[in-house]
C-alpha cells in the first residue's frame, strides 16, 4: 500500500509541476504583456501608489488565517468536514472584521499617504477584493490535499486574464490609479465564482474545539512565520512609502518585481505542489532528500539563465523601448534583486521542506534573523546609497542561505551539487551575451538575437554537463504525465 501511494504522490506531483508551470507560462507572458504596456503609460507615481496599497492589504491578510489552510495542507490524517467549516467559520469571523476595520480606516489611510479619492478607491477595491479572496480558501486547500493542481490554475488564468485586459484598457484611456480598482473586483468576482464551479464545496458555519486545537498547534506557529515575513516585506514597503519619494518607491517596485518575476513563475508553482507532496513523503526521509534535490535543481535549471539575461540585456531593452528612459535609475536596484532571487530558489524549497515535516519553529526562527536583519541593515543601506540601498540589503541578507542549507541537513540528507551545472551554463551565457552586446549596436534585432542566442548557448552548455540528469528527467516527465 505505501508502494501504490508514493508512486501516486510522484504521478500527481510531477504532472501537477508541469501542468502548472506550462499553464502559468501563459499567465506569466499575459502579466509580462500587460505590465509592459502598464509602465509606458502609467508614471512611477502611479505604480508607486499601487505599489504602497497592495502592501497595505497584503499586511491585512496575514491577520486572516492563523495557519489553519496550512495546517490542513500538512495534516497527515485526513481531512473531515468539521475540520473544514471550523477552518472556514475561524477565517470568517477574522476576514470580516478585519475588512470592516480596514474600510472604517479608509480617512486614516488617506491622510498617511496622502492619497486622492482614486488613491482610497483602490484600496477600499482591495479590501473587498481581500474578502472574496477568502471565500476561495477551502475549496483550494480540498484541490491541494488530493494534488490536483492543474485544476487551480484555471481560476487563476481567467484572474489574470480579466485583471490585465481591464488595467491595461483603462490605462490607455487615462483613468490611472483607477485603472487598478476596477481590474481588482473584476478579478476577485470571476476567481470566486470559478473556483467553486471546478471545487464545489457547500459554504457552512461550524466549529470543533477539538479540531481547532490541532490544527492551531501547527496553523499558530506557521502564522507566526508568515506574519514576521510581513514585518520584514510588506511593512517594510509601507515604511518606505512614507520615507521615500513615492517616485523612489515606483523604482524600487519596478527592479522587484522584473527581478522576481522568473521566482513568481517557477518557485510560486514549485512551492505550491512540493509542500503538500513533501508532507505526503515527511515519514519516508530519503525519498523526501531526493525529491528535495530535484525540486532545487529544476528550480534552478530555469531560474539562473533567466536572471542572468535579465542582468544583462536590462540595460539594453531599457534604450530601445519608447518612453522606457524614465526606469533607467532602477537599473542597479535590478541587478541586486536579481541576485537575490537566485539565492532565494535555493532557500526556499529549503524552509518548504522544514515547514512540511513539522520543523515549523526552525523556519520561525530563520524569518526572526531575517527581519531583524532587514530593519537594521536595509535603512543603513538607504542612507549611504539611497533608494538602491534596499536592493543592496535584500541581496546582502540573502547570502544567509548557507546557513539554512546546515540546518536542514540535520534532518533531510540532501546535495547541492547539481547546482554548479546551471551556474556554470548561466555564467558562460552571460559572459559571452555581454560581449557581443557591446560589439554590434543595440538595436531590437540585435536584442532579440542575443535572446535566441543565450537560450540555444546555455542549453547546449547544460546538455554537455548534465546530459544524464537532464535525460532522466525527461524520461520521468514522459512515464508520469503523458502516459496513462
Known sequence: MEEVDIALIKKRSIKGIFALTYRTFAIQVIGFSANFVLTIFLSPEVFGIYFVVTAVIAFLTYFSDVGLAAALIQKKENISEEDLRTTFTIQQGLVISISLIALISSSFVKDFYKLDSDGVFLFQALVISFFLSSLKTIPSIILERELKFEKLVIPQIAETLVFNVIAVFMAMQGFGVASFSIAVLARGVIGLVLIYIISPWKIGLGFSGSAARKLL?????????????????????????????????????????WAYTPLRLIMDNMIKITFPSFSRLQENRNLLGKAVEKSIFSSAFVIFPLIAGLITLSPYFIKIIPKYEKWEPALLSLAFFSLNACLSSISTPLTNALNAIGKIKITLYLMIFWTVATWLITPLMIFLLGFNGVALSSFIISL?????????????????????????SALIMTAILFILMNVFPTTIFTIVAGVVLGAIIYTVLMFSFARKIILADIKLIKENVFKK
Request: aromatic share 22%; net charge positive.
Open 400 to 424: 544567509s542561505v548557507f546557513l539554512v542549507v546546515i540546518l536542514v541537513k540535520k534532518y533531510i540528507i540532501f546535495s547541492l551539487y547539481s547546482l554548479i551545472y546551471p551556474f556554470f
Open 217 to 257: 498547534s501547527y496553523g499558530i506557529p506557521f502564522q507566526a512565520n508568515s506574519f514576521i515575513a510581513l514585518l520584514k516585506d510588506d511593512l517594510f514597503i509601507v515604511y518606505l512609502g512614507k520615507v521615500l519619494p513615492l517616485a523612489q518607491v515606483g523604482y524600487i517596485g519596478f527592479a522587484q518585481k
